[in-house]
């Protein structure tokens, strides 16, 4: 009964070129969703939050997307560089101040 | 970097011990969590603070505990360590204030890596 579900395990991706992560929820009273990268050893940094009222927010070269009738988000980076290899996780958020739940993240490796 | 710290930042004890771990801010939010991470599990919601005295459990509260006797202060307890308890824990604090209407970002400590043998 996982809630979010990030289904590929990994990534590599060429520097330079576009990354692309996914996310898919099932939980409808989900109304906040986030992206975090994990190096190891360390805790998850914030990168981009989006509300469920908009279907797009961008940060730089961070850009989300949200399709809710499709109950799925996407993280672009562009372009994607060495120190974006990480673990990205997404998260989701029924409002409030209640916790995040989490897919099992994604890592992700960009080729030289 | 959001003020957190979290201590001790590694540990290793016996099944059976009590373990106490401490999250400390420095940024007087009042909203804390705490997180565990396993592989294939991403992040887990052990419990979570709204204020001082004023907790709730989370998807994976049952061994733990956990106490807020002032702001800056949440404390995880497993009262009696068992091997399913090793693991990374994350300490968490959020951005959001009483009232605000802004998401809930939060910002995570730099875990502590507990091991019961």
């Known amino acids: 009964d996982q809630q979010v579900k990030q289904n590929s395990p990994s990534l590599s991706v060429q520097e330079g070129r576009i990354s692309i992560l996914n996310c898919d929820y099932t939980?409808?009273?989900?109304?906040?969703f986030l992206w975090y990268k994990k190096y190891p050893a360390e805790g998850p940094t914030f990168l981009i939050s989006?509300?469920?009222?908009?279907d797009k927010n961008e940060d730089g070269r961070f850009t989300v997307f949200l399709n809710k009738s499709a109950k799925h988000l996407s993280l672009h980076i562009v372009p994607s560089q060495p120190g974006d290899s990480a673990v990205y996780f997404c998260?989701?958020?029924?409002?409030?101040?209640?916790?995040?739940?989490f897919g099992k993240g994604t890592h992700l490796i960009i080729q030289p | 970097d959001a003020g957190i710290t979290q201590s001790p930042r590694h540990k290793v004890t016996e099944t059976g011990t009590p373990v106490t771990l401490r999250c400390h801010q420095t940024?007087?939010?009042?909203?804390m969590y705490w997180y565990r991470q396993d592989p294939g599990h991403g992040l887990r919601l052990i419990h979570y603070?709204?204020?001082?005295?004023?907790?709730d459990k989370g998807e994976v509260s049952d061994g733990y505990s956990v106490s807020r006797s002032k702001t800056e202060d949440f404390l995880l307890t497993l009262e009696s360590a068992t091997s399913s308890q090793t693991s990374v824990y994350f300490c968490?604090?959020?951005?959001?204030?009483?009232?605000?209407?802004?998401?809930?970002?939060?910002?995570f400590g730099p875990g502590t890596r507990l091991t019961v043998l």
């Open positions: 968490a604090i959020s951005s959001l204030s009483g009232g605000a209407v802004s998401g809930n970002e939060q910002f």
């Open positions: 939980n409808s009273m989900f109304d906040y």
């Open positions: 989006i509300s469920s009222i908009k």
């Open positions: 998260a989701a958020s029924k409002g409030g101040a209640d916790g995040l739940t």
């Open positions: 940024e007087n939010h009042r909203y």
């Open positions: 603070s709204y204020g001082v005295k004023d907790t």
